[in-house]
């Protein structure tokens, strides 16, 4: 039988009040079912039904376990830890607060808990949670208090990495240093914290301690980089040559700009882009490159696709910005404002952009196509309506262009016009997902159109019998 239906069994049984069998039948099964949640909640409740109360309890936990989620197991075993084991029982209500959103009040069951027991693991144990959820409140200073709690108790690697991180994230760069040198120390074979705290060493400039630490070729390569000592370094990028790794023709990139041979430097920065695409440093290594050869326009605009990679869009605006005032006629940076601007609704920004655009490539379908979105936005159907018609001149507009010509029609109240522009884009977009809405749509107007030429030749009739007396 598989596992659905013994489960399904046992639910039939228990349905009929047949626990003991129903029960019997899912403890048979535990060993192949025991890191399914649903057979553990099933069985859990079964033995609570019973009161088996020496063995419900296992099953809670094991819920708990497999599924963290589980807030049933928790509200379980509060009730069963209230009596049996204090320590639990304050680690479980602090977690099943943090299940219901209520992080902050957490923290005091984690406090009572390390106050309930002896055992120093518990105690590790209950200062991590409590830890984390001072992370979680944003009280920093508090959280780097209890990871050093631990370590005074335990030298623990991953302890010494959050606390560099903590450091890190305040600007305690100072402090994240001492860290790193206590537990470089306590763990000298762990390569992550020694490499780690070289490339603090390098942000501090301080690169003769950088080379002590580092741990990896090339981060001893940016050392001798970044320390100008460029004879080593190029001597470590030759011997350690590496065509499949991003990171050696950023190297070698950096080695050249050191050197002042700019074209093998852009040379290589294309290759680091290569195996590295929309990584913001290829574009921050361009702008540097662009500085030094005096080319602003290039430097602003590689500075703006940097900080659009980093999704920094307020700064990546202002250097587009800036990059089209060092250069008007360059269309590459009025593209990146318009997409800047279409992302944050800007439609004042949009519009000026859009006709800039427009006045150098009056053949650009999407900067034609945006002029007549702005204005459908600002309810000018007329001026929308000359752009839009522009963008399907230049034979690569999209169908969807149709579809907001019909629009301004009928916005304007030329139904036949609008009912063409309709009829055109569903004859070439037969199965786009407003299909139905448009048909009922040409269906009312043909209805709407009928209607007005039967109520014109009544009103003719009527005046021609006028005349007629």
């Known amino acids: 039988m598989s596992n659905k239906g013994i489960l399904a069994q046992a639910q039939m049984l228990s349905d009929e009040e047949h626990y003991e069998q129903a029960y019997e039948l899912l403890e048979k099964s535990y060993e192949?079912?025991?890191?399914?949640?649903?057979?553990?909640?099933?069985?859990?409740?079964?033995?609570?039904?019973?009161?088996?109360?020496?063995?419900?309890?296992?099953?809670?936990?094991?819920?708990?376990?497999?599924?963290?989620?589980?807030?049933?197991?928790?509200?379980?075993?509060?009730?069963?830890?209230?009596?049996?084991?204090?320590?639990?029982?304050?680690?479980?209500?602090?977690?099943?607060?943090?299940?219901?959103?209520?992080?902050?009040?957490?923290?005091?069951?984690?406090?009572?808990?390390?106050?309930?027991?002896?055992?120093?693991?518990?105690?590790?144990?209950?200062?991590?949670?409590?830890?984390k959820a001072y992370e979680h409140e944003g009280k920093t200073q508090n959280a780097i208090d209890e990871y050093f709690r631990i370590l005074e108790q335990k030298d623990d690697m991953a302890i010494y990495y959050k606390l560099a991180d903590l450091y890190n994230e305040t600007g305690d760069r100072y402090s994240a240093i001492d860290t790193l040198e206590?537990?470089?120390?306590?763990?000298?074979?762990?390569?992550?914290?020694?490499?780690?705290?070289a490339g603090l060493y390098i942000k501090e400039g301080q690169y003769d301690k950088a080379l002590e630490n580092a741990r990896s070729e090339y981060t001893k390569i940016k050392a001798y980089l970044m320390k100008g000592d460029n004879d080593n370094a190029i001597a470590f990028l030759n011997q350690y040559k590496d065509?499949?790794?991003?990171?050696?023709?950023?190297?070698?990139?950096?080695?050249?700009?050191?050197?002042?041979?700019?074209?093998?430097?852009?040379?290589?920065?294309?290759?680091?882009?290569?195996?590295?695409?929309?990584?913001?440093?290829?574009?921050?290594?361009?702008?540097?490159?662009?500085?030094?050869?005096?080319?602003?326009?290039?430097?602003?605009?590689?500075?703006?696709?940097?900080?659009?990679?980093?999704?920094?869009?307020?700064?990546?605006?202002?250097?587009?910005?800036?990059?089209?005032?060092q250069d008007t006629t360059k269309s590459e940076a009025i593209k990146e404002i318009i997409?800047?601007?279409?992302?944050?609704?800007?439609?004042?920004?949009?519009?000026?952009?859009?006709?800039?655009?427009?006045?150098?490539?009056?053949?650009?379908?999407?900067?034609?196509?945006?002029?007549?979105?702005?204005?459908?936005?600002?309810?000018?159907?007329?001026?929308?309506?000359?752009?839009?018609?522009?963008?399907?001149?230049?034979?690569?507009?999209?169908?969807?262009?149709?579809?907001?010509?019909?629009?301004?029609?009928?916005?304007l109240k030329d139904t036949v016009s609008a009912k063409a522009a309709y009829e055109k884009y569903l004859a070439k977009a037969p199965l786009s997902p407003d299909t139905e809405k448009l048909k009922e749509k040409l269906a009312k107007m043909d209805t709407s159109s009928s209607v007005s030429i039967s109520s014109d030749e009544g009103l003719i009739d009527k005046i021609m019998k006028l005349f007629g007396k």
């Open 243 to 325: 065509e499949t790794n991003a990171n050696y023709f950023a190297l070698l990139a950096e080695y050249y700009f050191n050197t002042k041979d700019y074209d093998k430097c852009l040379e290589n920065i294309n290759k680091f882009e290569n195996l590295s695409p929309q990584n913001p440093l290829v574009f921050q290594m361009r702008a540097l490159v662009c500085d030094e050869k005096n080319d602003q326009y290039g430097y602003h605009f590689n500075m703006g696709r940097c900080y659009s990679y980093k999704q920094d869009y307020e700064l990546a605006l202002a250097e587009y910005l800036n990059a089209h005032r």
């Open 339 to 411: 997409k800047i601007n279409e992302a944050s609704g800007d439609k004042t920004s949009l519009m000026e952009f859009y006709e800039k655009l427009v006045r150098q490539e009056p053949d650009n379908t999407f900067a034609l196509a945006g002029l007549g979105d702005v204005y459908a936005d600002l309810y000018e159907f007329k001026n929308a309506l000359e752009y839009y018609e522009k963008a399907l001149k230049t034979g690569t507009g999209d169908n969807e262009i149709f579809r907001k010509i019909g629009y301004c029609y009928e916005k």
């Open 182 to 197: 206590r537990g470089v120390k306590a763990f000298p074979a762990v390569n992550e914290l020694g490499e780690y705290l």
């Open 32 to 131: 192949s079912m025991k890191s399914d949640p649903e057979y553990l909640e099933q069985i859990a409740l079964l033995a609570k039904t019973l009161e088996k109360n020496d063995v419900a309890p296992k099953y809670w936990e094991e819920l708990v376990k497999v599924n963290p989620n589980a807030l049933i197991g928790y509200s379980e075993l509060l009730d069963y830890y209230s009596n049996t084991d204090k320590y639990k029982y304050y680690i479980t209500r602090a977690k099943y607060k943090i299940l219901n959103e209520k992080v902050s009040q957490s923290i005091d069951d984690y406090k009572k808990a390390i106050n309930s027991t002896t055992e120093e693991n518990d105690i590790i144990n209950a200062r991590f949670l409590l830890a």
